[in-house]
């Protein structure tokens, strides 16, 4: 059976059935489809680690922000807008509730040591450190989590002198830590 001059149009110059020009309308809107997943933020899980060389580290972790263009310029590792809720210190967890801070499981820290530690964590001033090699005097392994759904950032801390830092998995980035105390990131 022929088919109708009516079935046959003109799209983009062409003349196309309606199964075709059908088809051509659901390729374009694949096409947005896929163009908009790729361009739209936000489609990462909370709970991954991200290491922080990666190109997506960029958009999930937060970064060193220098108060000064030079090198020795003191920095904060963590932009001042990010709200902290939780940490955890070895198998010692913090969290952020209505009512303030608290320790999640049987824990030795007082609530003004607790209370201490979070505002070490919130006033941390670091300065980059040329050295790449990784500080012996391995402390602890600290986790952070902040409110806006960036996923978990691990710090390690060294001690000596001076008191180091290193974002897990940042290439071998080293900081020097200016203030607080070491013994104040850990609620001591």
Request: proline share 5%; hydrophobic share 40%; glycine share 4%.
């Amino acid at each position: 059976m022929a088919k109708d001059n009516n079935e046959y149009r003109r799209f983009l110059g062409m003349r196309l059935s309606r199964r075709a020009r059908n088809n051509v309308y659901i390729y374009a809107i694949l096409l947005f489809m896929v163009v908009f997943y790729v361009v739209t933020p936000g489609n990462k899980d909370s709970d991954e680690t991200v290491p922080a060389n990666s190109t997506e580290a960029n958009d999930s972790l937060p970064s060193a922000t220098a108060n000064g263009d030079s090198a020795d310029a003191l920095m904060r590792l963590f932009p001042a807008d990010l709200e902290l809720v939780e940490i955890r210190i070895a198998d010692t967890q913090f969290e952020s509730t209505a009512e303030g801070w608290r320790c999640t499981a049987d824990c030795d820290y007082s609530q003004t040591q607790i209370s201490g530690l979070i505002e070490a964590w919130s006033a941390l001033q670091v300065k980059a450190v040329d050295d790449t090699k990784t500080p012996d005097d391995y402390v602890t392994d600290v986790q952070l989590r902040f409110a806006d759904g960036r996923p978990l950032v691990t710090v390690v801390l060294f001690d000596g002198q001076p008191p180091r830092l290193m974002v897990s998995d940042s290439g071998k980035q080293v900081y020097e830590i200016i203030k607080p105390s070491l013994a104040a990131l850990l609620g001591r």
